[in-house]
């Protein structure tokens, strides 16, 4: 897959496609529908597939204050979008200028002239241009004018609820990690960066990675989490995570994200690993003593290890 970052390494004059379009962050069922009738579209009309999003989320700079946290990296997101076959992937940068597009200079300056439409694939829900104005009755309109296809596909369920990534950011948030991943369709990874933390939990017996999101990742439940651990060398371990404020030894402490590896005695500082949430094991706790918290984390690391340990 060929991914462009901005308009002007596009091919010129542009190579006809089938272009799916949204903001995929998540790329979660609902996405993966769209891409997917882009990808089997393409294949079946002898086209190029291309997935065209944005390098932000539109309310970043539209609703600063309410932009959300996102549920994939960059990294993860274009892996991601490349697994379900897309030859094409354009990441526009969402500017001031194209958040200024009227949806008709949208439909002829991006769709037509940089990106060789010749079939849409969005969300019935698809909003796009200056002040969210254009819709999908407005881009059928233009296509049979201009002889574009579009198909706009329905929402898709999981569970008794329509996938989203705002319901996705909310079963992550209240710890419901089995039914995120059911609306995902793909494990949800936890990305960043081991820095150097307090080191307590070296004094303790159980030195942790600390973990720096890498990006403004969507961050699970606070409380103690089995997690597995992929490592930038590919190894995947097994792991006690610690999502909190540190009550007992610390008073109105910042959130940390600290992981215990199972049966680990390497230095990965400055590496990216990624955390793979498995269960939830307990809330997270203020304790009388570092001699009862040493005891309960003890605990915590036997049951994580039961949980992560496969059955025969």
Same mark, same amino acid.
């Given at each position: 897959?060929?991914?462009?970052? $901005?308009?002007?390494?596009?091919?010129?004059?542009?190579?006809?496609?089938?272009?799916?379009?949204?903001?995929?962050?998540?790329?979660?069922?609902?996405?993966?529908?769209?891409?997917?009738?882009?990808?089997?579209?393409?294949?079946?009309?002898?086209?190029?597939?291309?997935v065209f999003t944005f390098d932000r989320h539109p309310a970043e700079l539209l609703r600063p204050d309410r932009a959300p946290d996102y549920i994939t990296?960059?990294?993860?997101?274009?892996?991601?979008?490349?697994?379900?076959?897309?030859?094409?992937?354009?990441?526009?940068?969402?500017?001031?200028?194209?958040?200024?597009?009227?949806?008709?200079?949208?439909?002829?300056?991006?769709?037509?002239?940089?990106?060789?439409?010749?079939?849409?694939?969005?969300?019935? $829900?698809?909003?796009?241009?200056?002040g969210r104005a254009g819709d999908v009755a407005f881009l059928q309109s233009r296509g049979k004018e201009l002889g574009f296809d579009v198909t706009a596909l329905d929402p898709v369920g999981s569970g008794d609820a329509v996938v989203s990534s705002t319901r996705i950011r909310e079963l992550l948030g209240s710890g419901e990690i089995a039914e995120a991943e059911q609306a995902l369709g793909h494990p949800f990874k936890l990305a960043g960066r081991v820095v150097t933390g307090r080191q307590l939990g070296r004094t303790l017996g159980f030195p942790t990675a600390n973990l720096e999101r890498s990006y403004r990742q969507v961050v699970p439940k606070q409380g103690i989490w089995a997690v597995r651990v992929s490592l930038e060398d590919g190894r995947v371990l097994n792991g006690a995570c610690s999502i909190g404020v540190r009550p007992t030894v610390e008073d109105a402490g910042a959130r940390t994200i600290e992981t215990f590896i199972l049966d680990f005695n390497e230095d990965i500082y400055n590496t990216v690993i990624e955390l793979q949430f498995v269960e939830y094991l307990r809330t997270e706790a203020k304790f009388a003593s570092l001699d009862a918290l040493i005891q309960q984390m003890n605990i915590d690391v036997a049951r994580a290890r039961t949980v992560l340990t496969p059955t025969t």
């Open positions: 897959m060929q991914v462009y970052e $901005d308009f002007e390494s596009l091919p010129v004059p542009a190579m006809p496609a089938v272009v799916a379009i949204g903001a995929f962050d998540g790329i979660h069922l609902g996405h993966r529908a769209i891409i997917c009738r882009a990808v089997a579209d393409a294949h079946a009309s002898g086209l190029l597939a291309t990296t960059p990294d993860q997101r274009v892996k991601l979008i490349e697994n379900l076959g897309a030859n094409f992937l354009v990441i526009a940068k969402f500017d001031a200028a194209l958040a200024a597009l009227d949806p008709e200079d949208f439909v002829s300056a991006i769709l037509l002239r940089r990106l060789g439409a010749k079939a849409v694939v969005v969300g019935q $829900d698809f909003r796009f241009g200056k």
